[in-house]
């Protein structure tokens, strides 16, 4: 008989980010090893209670369909984990799935409790999460350090992708693309104002796409109409997973000039679909991204630095595209297959 895994996550498709794709794509990959059961929560009434992800695994999701489900989802789920006498819990994310892992330890106390690390915010719970845990997973160094500080040496297992997905698609001369969510800490007020501050004679030549939605949507778009920026800044809003992986394949540059950061799938992605990549010395960014071998990495809210390497990719083609071709290399060590054989290990570990 199967291992029986219990992973939580209180999101998943179609409300997929970074740490959502690691839960998934972790059972998905081992699904045929394990008796993996997916634990979300519901958030809406026309999705089932019980359905089955690719690779046979079941998910089951939690509540009654509606927003509050967040709330009632680490009580719900370490029920659940209960009735389900799994060997091993695993938690990907402190937050939902983090407190759920807390109720675990005292609802399901045989089973081996894992937390994965995915995010830089603070919460007042961290401490008793990582307690809660028997092992620790942290996808960048800043996370493994922070965990250090909670008395957990951690191991380090970056998110990964999947390869196949990003299409190979002629790239548009000019076009610089940001991906993700339109909030304060994604610094997509810096990147217009660099852009706004490049060279006329290079500015008319390139076209800048921002896609995502969020809080700052409208105070952004007002910036931009500020900085007289027209038609070169388009705001394309939100597009879904696989769709989304065009924006990246027809861009020269991808421009992500984050105030904070876990790790950040998205510059993975667009070193996969062959983009040169401007980013910021954030978080675990530096992780993925290598100034000046597989991108260009600036200070956090540094108009200026962002401005002159915006510049730089737009004007020296050479570079662009070494940039580009060593970034493509570098994301192949980051296919899923890859990085759930990571996780299978600290699995058969917890099992021994």
Same mark, same amino acid.
């Given at each position: 008989m199967k291992p029986r895994i219990v992973i939580?996550?209180?999101? /998943?498709?179609?409300r997929r980010?970074?740490?959502?794709?690691?839960?998934?794509?972790?059972?998905?990959?081992?699904g045929g090893r394990y008796d993996i059961v997916f634990l979300t929560a &519901?958030?809406?009434?026309?999705v089932p209670k019980k359905d089955t992800f690719p690779g046979g695994v079941t998910v089951r999701r939690l509540g009654i369909g509606t927003s509050v489900d967040k709330w009632l989802y680490p009580f719900l789920a370490a029920l659940t984990a209960r009735r389900l006498r799994p060997k091993i819990i695993h938690?990907?994310?402190?937050?939902?799935?983090?407190? /759920?892992?807390?109720?675990?330890?005292?609802?399901?106390?045989?089973?081996? &409790?894992m937390l994965t690390c995915q995010s830089t915010n603070t919460d007042r719970m961290l401490k008793a999460m990582h307690r809660a845990a028997h092992r620790v997973t942290a996808i960048s160094t800043v996370l493994q350090k922070r965990a250090k500080r909670f008395g957990k040496n951690a191991v380090l297992i970056p998110n990964g992708l999947r390869l196949g997905d990003i299409p190979r698609?002629?790239?548009?001369?000019?076009?610089?693309?940001?991906?993700g969510r339109l909030e304060p800490m994604k610094g997509v007020d810096v990147l217009l104002k660099a852009y706004a501050g490049l060279p006329a004679l290079v500015r008319e030549k390139t076209t800048l796409r921002i896609v995502g939605e969020g809080s700052e949507k409208p105070k952004l778009e007002s910036l931009a109409a500020s900085l007289k920026l027209g038609s070169k800044v388009i705001f394309a809003g939100f597009i879904p997973v696989p769709q989304v992986y065009r924006e990246f394949a027809e861009a020269e540059i991808f421009a992500g000039l984050s105030r904070s950061e876990a790790l950040g799938n998205v510059f993975l992605e667009a070193q996969a679909a062959r983009c040169a990549?401007?980013?910021?010395?954030?978080?675990?960014?530096?992780d993925i991204v290598k100034d000046r071998e597989t991108g260009l990495l600036v200070p956090p809210d540094d108009i200026d630095a962002? &401005?002159?390497?915006?510049?730089t990719l737009l004007i020296d083609s050479g570079l662009r595209n070494r940039l580009a071709a060593a970034g493509k290399f570098h994301s192949e060590d980051f296919n899923w297959s890859t990085i759930a054989e990571r996780y299978a290990e600290v699995y058969e570990e917890l099992l021994a």
């Open positions: 939580l996550s209180a999101f /998943a498709t179609p980010s970074g740490a959502e794709a690691c839960a998934e794509e972790v059972a998905r990959e081992l &519901r958030l809406d009434r026309s938690a990907v994310l402190e937050s939902y799935a983090g407190a /759920a892992l807390i109720f675990c330890s005292y609802l399901a106390p045989s089973a081996k &409790r698609m002629e790239k548009i001369p000019g076009r610089i693309v940001f991906v990549v401007l980013a910021t010395k954030a978080g675990g960014i530096p962002a &401005r002159e390497a915006l510049e």
